[in-house]
């Protein structure tokens, strides 16, 4: 059994800046990539950032230069820097993890969510 707990979420102003993290824990061997997705209300979810266990970073296009994504192996947490916040960043944000569990089974877990509001 792994747990994803989310924490860091809330409400922005326009050009503020939030930090959300995410906790992994349970029957965990290793983790592989973890990361980000957010949905916002009508929309699909949509990638916002990925990062491997050796550290190699993806962002979507639209958050490239704003948003840093990074981990801490040995806390088994992933974390997202959100700064220069727009309102079209209002979503609930997932992390997910890609986890090798004690058994040796590898499954893609997520968090419950974390809703960000960037709204003046």
């Not at 970073?57 to 192996?73: E, H, L, P, Q, W």
């Amino acid at each position: 059994q792994v747990q994803l707990v989310e924490s860091g979420g809330g409400l922005v102003q326009p050009g503020g800046s939030l930090r959300l993290s995410c906790a992994a824990s349970g029957s965990i061997f290793s983790i592989n990539a973890m990361g980000w997705h957010r949905q916002a209300p009508g929309k699909s979810r949509e990638l916002v950032a990925a990062i491997t266990s050796g550290g190699g970073t993806n962002y979507a296009d639209s958050v490239k230069g704003r948003f840093t994504i990074s981990r801490d192996n040995a806390k088994n947490t992933v974390y997202l820097q959100m700064n220069s916040l727009e309102p079209e960043g209002t979503a609930v944000y997932y992390c997910y993890g890609f986890i090798t569990l004690t058994t040796r089974a590898s499954v893609n877990y997520w968090g419950q969510g974390t809703q960000v509001t960037v709204s003046s």
